[in-house]
Structures are given as C-alpha cells and as structure tokens.
C-alpha cells in the first residue's frame, strides 16, 4: 500500500526566505506525482505536476524535483511570501490522472 | 467556468440523520471524484466514476455510504445514517480525459452531532 509522508508537518519562517518542503512515497511505480496548495475553508489548488519520466518542474518562484527511484519529493520556494502561507500536499498517482494518494501535508506561515 | 460547485458549505446534523452532498463537475470533464478529508486519516479517495459510471468504490468505508451520479453534470454522496465519526471535510474533484490534473471543488463541511 502507498504511503506518502511530508516533513516537517509545520514550518515558520520570515519573509524572503527560500525554504524547502520534502515529500516520501513508498511505492515507486507511480504515474506522477503533484504538489497542491489548500487555503482555509477552500480547495486544493494544483502547483506543481511532474510525470514519473520527469525530474523537475519549475513555476514562478516554486520547483518541485522528483527522485522516482528513491521515493523522494521536494517543492522548493523562493524569497517566501506572506500570502504563500498555506497547507502544501504532496499526491502521488498510482494510476492514469486517477487514483491519488496524499500526504498529511506542511502547514507554512511565513511571517512579515 | 465555475469551477466545481459543492453544496452544502456546511452541514450540521444529528447522529442517524440522512445526510446528502452534491457536486457538479466542470463541464466536459469525463471523471469525478470524492474524497474525505480528516485530521486523523488526511485525504482520502472514496469512489470515482467515469462517464457517470462507478469504477472504484473501494475507499468508500461503509455500506452507510453510497455515491451516485445520474448525469455528467451531477453527483451526490449519501451517508445514511449519519455518525458523529462521518465529520470530516469532503471534497469532489472532476478530470478531464485528456488531463493528468484533477480540480478540486471547495469541499463541504460536515459535522454530525
């Protein structure tokens, strides 16, 4: 069975810091693997999607790399803003665009 | 486009109620989900359909829970009867066919009593 873990489960930091989220898969036959992003009270919004042939994908001030063959996961982001606070999840698909499997998630403050 | 619509926001009611969510998918989009969130167990899948059929009803917990959906455009989740352990968030999503990603609805909240 998939298991998906995220370290650390919270993270505080100050304005304009550059700060890395990991992420670990058990199971490394999987289809892709995404970062979302959840606001209280709202949805999951997609980040980052990066194909299991992929090793990083890249948006704006976010990078996600993957490592498939060490079940290994990071969401990099640069010079951290006050509206980048949020929760951070971690999916892995186990099989086409379907069957997601999450992580707990990171819960990010940064601070002004 | 809207963007997937859920409703209830919230729901409040008592142990042994019935209790019925509803999803409408975005447009187009041949596959929906729903998924439970909880602090003690995260995100989880529960079913999913394609083309309004049932393809994976393994993550659903109980026979108390049951998912339909009659049409492309509509979908609900039935928990009947309801249990203060159902509280939780739940979230339908809906994927195009051509598309890795699923977009996430604004969940709802349900809180049995």
């Known amino acids: 069975k998939q298991e998906v873990t995220q370290i650390p489960a919270a993270l505080s930091v100050p304005e304009g810091e550059n700060l890395v989220l990991n992420c670990s898969f058990t199971?490394?036959?999987?289809?892709?693997l995404q970062w979302f992003r959840q606001d209280p009270g709202k949805g999951l919004t997609s980040l980052l999607l990066?194909?299991?042939?992929?090793r990083e994908q890249t948006s704006g001030r976010l990078n996600a790399s993957l490592d498939k063959s060490s079940g290994r996961s990071t969401l990099y982001i640069a010079a951290s803003q006050p509206g980048d606070s949020a929760t951070y999840l971690c999916?892995?698909?186990?099989?086409?665009?379907?069957?997601?499997?999450f992580g707990a998630g990171t819960i990010l403050r940064v601070k002004s | 486009d809207a963007g997937v619509i859920q409703s209830p926001r919230h729901e409040v009611t008592e142990m042994g109620q019935e209790v019925t969510l509803r999803c409408k998918p975005i447009?187009?989009?041949?596959?929906l989900f729903w998924y439970r969130q909880t602090m003690m167990r995260g995100l989880e899948l529960l079913i999913y359909?394609?083309?309004?059929?049932?393809?994976?009803d393994s993550g659903m917990p109980e026979d108390r829970f049951s998912a339909k959906m009659p049409n492309a455009s509509f979908s609900t989740l039935k928990i009947q009867p309801s249990e203060p352990r159902d509280s939780a968030v739940y979230f339908c999503?809906?994927?195009?066919?051509?598309?890795?990603?699923?977009?996430f609805g604004p969940g709802t909240r349900l809180t049995v009593l």
């Open positions: 999916a892995v698909t186990m099989e086409y665009g379907n069957k997601l499997v």
């Open positions: 447009s187009g989009h041949d596959y």
């Open positions: 359909f394609n083309n309004n059929v049932p393809i994976d």
């Open positions: 199971d490394s036959a999987i289809y892709n």
């Open positions: 990066i194909q299991s042939s992929q």
């Open positions: 999503a809906s994927r195009g066919l051509a598309a890795d990603t699923q977009y």
